[in-house]
């Protein structure tokens, strides 16, 4: 097991920002790609961004500018800074990690999961 615990989502109204926190219990951490999705009611998760383990990031088109990915080996910590935040944005945020990288959009492809953080954005 790979424990991932999120926190910091919240209710903002839209335009405003958070940044979410994803602490993992891996000793190698500095080691792994880390990836962030989300979940809206009804629809299927997807993924919004994700960060190598050398640093380089990848963004979901819609978040490109508005949010950014980020990581702390010293910490075992993944972030989610997200600003401009818009009403579609509204979903249940979750960190994952793999030891496959062949996908790293896929969500089939990630075996370790948060329990997830509620985020929600209000007209």
């Known amino acids: 097991q790979v424990p991932l615990v999120e926190s910091g989502g919240g209710w903002v109204q839209s335009g405003g920002s958070l940044r979410l926190s994803c602490a993992a219990s891996?000793?190698?951490?500095?080691?792994?790609?880390m990836a962030w999705f989300r979940q809206a009611p009804g629809k299927e998760r997807e993924w919004v961004a994700h960060i190598t383990s050398g640093g380089t990031t990848y963004y979901e088109e819609s978040v490109k500018g508005r949010f950014t990915i980020s990581r702390d080996n010293a910490k075992n910590t993944v972030y989610l800074a997200m600003s401009n935040l818009k009403p579609e944005d509204t979903a249940v945020y979750y960190c994952?990690?793999?030891?496959?990288?062949?996908?790293?959009?896929?969500?089939?492809?990630?075996?370790?999961w948060g329990q997830g953080t509620q985020v929600t954005a209000s007209s």
């Open positions: 891996i000793p190698t951490f500095s080691n792994y790609n």
């Open positions: 994952a990690t793999t030891r496959d990288y062949s996908a790293p959009r896929d969500v089939l492809k990630y075996d370790y």
